[in-house]
């Protein structure tokens, strides 16, 4: 039966499996909020394999970082990663909620924003990984 209502615009699979969202972020994403992706309700946020890896570092004269977080009415978007570095090649594991565990209360729009100060970038390119796990066991 047609509802005319919009149904959810978070990834899931019917099985029980890892899901992930990626997302690729650059130098020129500085200061913008990007949408890694939606996150359905009850998931878990898997820490600390969520992060970044950092496919090139960034190169800005003073400050290159990483935000990730999650808009889902409390709006904090570090509430994973907080200044994530992303000069040096290599996984940043999200360092927030480490302790913690984060469960989506509602479907969660993740966002990431880079952060570079100083000299502007000429070049940096990272990979945003957030491995959850759906509530589908019902």
Not at 61 to 87: C, H, K, Q, R, V
Not at 105 to 114: K, L, Q
């Amino acid at each position: 039966m047609t509802t005319n209502t919009a149904g959810s615009v978070a990834r899931q699979y019917h099985t029980q499996q890892i899901h992930y969202l990626r997302k690729t972020v650059g130098f020129a994403d500085d200061g913008s909020e990007v949408t890694v992706g939606w996150i359905p309700e009850g998931a878990l946020i898997m820490q600390p394999i969520s992060g970044a890896h950092v496919v090139t570092a960034f190169d800005a004269g003073s400050t290159n970082t990483l935000n990730i977080g999650a808009d889902d009415g409390n709006d904090d978007p570090d509430e994973f990663m907080t200044l994530g570095a992303l000069g040096t090649v290599g996984f940043v594991a999200a360092d927030e909620g480490a302790t913690g565990l984060f469960r989506a209360t509602a479907d969660t729009e993740i966002t990431a924003t880079v952060v570079l100060t100083g000299t502007a970038a000429t070049v940096g390119e990272a990979e945003i990984v957030i491995a959850y796990i759906p509530d589908n066991d019902g």
